[in-house]
């Protein structure tokens, strides 16, 4: 996972270097802004995984020595199949419809995401997923 880290680190130099240089250069402001964005998203990302990298076990990507099978095996826990995505999803459709067809949707949306989000946060304290 450091060696991800570091990549988008890499990445976020570039990428302050082209805002940097592309702003000066062309005076745009939608396309500076841009660049300062994806600088500010890599950062955020490269931050994460090396910070990441430091609490967790080395793993294989991080051994230059490392051959493939030394990554194979159980990468961790997967929720299992849940419908509170789904509910989710229907409710961000219709919320996304409200500008469109009237604020007025919301007020039948709203309740649908409050659901969604309610099962899936709470959806390994109930039922037959839940935590012993």
């Known amino acids: 996972m450091k060696i991800q880290g570091i990549m988008f680190n890499w990445l ?22 841009a660049f300062f964005l994806a600088f500010g998203l890599s950062v955020m990302v490269g931050f994460y995984l090396v910070f990441t990298a430091r609490r967790v076990d080395t793993g294989a990507q991080d051994d230059k020595s490392a051959e493939v ?3 194979a095996g159980e990468l961790g826990f ?8 789904l509910a989710l999803a229907g409710g961000g459709i219709f919320a996304f419809m409200g500008p469109v067809f009237g604020w007025w949707v919301l007020y039948f949306t709203t ?16 039922g037959e997923n839940q935590n012993q």
């Open 12 to 33: 976020a130099a570039f990428f302050l270097v082209v805002a940097v240089v592309y702003g000066l250069w062309s005076k745009e402001p939608v396309g500076t802004t």
């Open 69 to 71: 099978a030394d990554d």
């Open 78 to 85: 997967f929720a299992p199949h849940s419908w509170a995505p």
């Open 111 to 126: 309740p649908l995401l409050a659901v969604g989000l309610w099962l899936w946060v709470f959806e390994f304290y109930r």
